[in-house]
């Protein structure tokens, strides 16, 4: 069975940094992509970045653009998300996610999911 494991969030003061990591396990995802979302408080979730198994590409949103680094390590079958200059429009339950099949990183549906970690900027 696999699980997605998301850690590292918590409450932050604006213009702070959190790192998020995601520690995948019962399938090897060093050739799928992995990606982060967000669900703000009372809308819908959103994709903020996304990996290619190797890498070489790597998707923003432009909302973290130039804020938000995403990486991933495929020896320990894990995805990162390092943010900084967090503003409270960051506030939102994260989550990890990872494909099932080959493709692009901004290619949808993602097909595995992590339980959501809260990530809460104050003003």
């Known amino acids: 069975q696999v699980h997605l494991v998301e850690s590292g969030g918590g409450l932050v003061q604006t213009g702070g940094s959190l790192r998020l990591s995601c520690a995948a396990s019962?399938?090897?995802?060093?050739?799928?992509?992995m990606a982060w979302f967000r669900q703000p408080p009372g809308k819908e979730r959103e994709l903020v970045a996304a990996?290619?198994?190797?890498?070489?590409?790597?998707y923003y949103s432009d909302s973290v653009k130039g804020r938000f680094t995403i990486s991933r390590s495929n020896a320990q079958n894990s995805v990162y998300l390092q943010m900084n200059s967090l503003k409270p429009e960051d506030t939102a339950v994260y989550y990890c996610?990872?494909?099932?099949?080959?493709?692009?990183?901004?290619?949808?549906?993602?097909?595995?999911w992590g339980q959501g970690t809260q990530v809460t900027v104050s003003s």
């Open positions: 996610a990872a494909r099932a099949t080959p493709s692009e990183p901004t290619t949808l549906p993602y097909h595995y």
């Open positions: 990996i290619s198994w190797s890498e070489y590409t790597k």
């Open positions: 019962g399938r090897t995802f060093s050739s799928l992509p």
